[in-house]
């Protein structure tokens, strides 16, 4: 199980950062995603990290203002998002896949989180 945190309402510029927390199991030997879903658009990725956290990807929307990092000893995954613009509004899911290289599509992942809402204003 997967629990996304860390959502809620800021301004443009402003920065948060979201927790996923895995239970019920250990995801230290998985990929670990976010992805991010608006209003009548289709889920979309965001960011990747690898099993040992030494290899990363990014969607170039986010690229140079989010960050992606992991904890295997928590079993958490964090994603630091900074200089949030009003499009970065949306739905943010966490999700972990059993695959060994990093995945940038929904399918590529197995388990998904209940997602936390990030709202920027302008």
């Known amino acids: 199980q997967l629990q996304a945190s860390g959502g809620g309402l800021v301004q443009a510029g402003d920065s948060l950062r979201l927790s996923c927390a895995a239970s019920g199991r250990t995801f230290s030997r998985s990929i670990m995603g976010w992805f991010r879903q608006a209003p009548g658009k289709e889920r979309e990725f965001v960011a990747a990290?690898?099993?040992?956290?030494?290899?990363?990807r990014f969607a170039d929307s986010v690229k140079g203002r989010f960050t992606i990092s992991r904890d295997n000893a928590k079993n958490t995954v964090y994603l630091q998002m900074n200089m949030l613009k009003p499009e970065d509004t949306a739905v943010y899911y966490c999700?972990?896949?059993?695959?060994?290289?990093?995945?940038?599509?929904?399918?590529?992942?197995?388990?998904w989180g209940q997602g936390t809402q990030v709202t920027v204003s302008s």
């Open positions: 990290i690898n099993h040992s956290g030494s290899s990363t």
């Open positions: 999700a972990a896949g059993d695959s060994i290289m990093i995945g940038t599509t929904t399918h590529r992942y197995d388990y």
